[in-house]
């Protein structure tokens, strides 16, 4: 399963705390491949792990002052993952 995200507002000057908690919430998951970067992030893995990441991504996101968190989740086939 894939997971990508990006969270608002964007700060061109430093990165906001939103985006903070985003990354270190993908980062610290169980996951199989993560990529941060400052227009958008990818994180591959197992769909439970996925799942539970996704969770705790908005959650988190939104306590540290995200007002829109943009997300599409793939399932991913056998030559995909």
Do not use: K
């Amino acid at each position: 399963m894939r997971v990508e995200f990006t969270t608002e507002p964007f700060d061109l000057d430093e990165v906001p705390p939103h985006a903070v908690t985003a990354r270190e919430t993908v980062q610290a998951a169980p996951l199989d491949a993560v990529d941060v970067g400052p227009f958008g992030n990818t994180a591959e893995g197992g769909a439970e792990a996925v799942l539970e990441t996704v969770d705790r991504l908005l959650r988190g996101s939104l306590e540290a002052g995200a007002t829109r968190i943009s997300l599409q989740v793939s399932v991913l086939g056998e030559a995909e993952a």
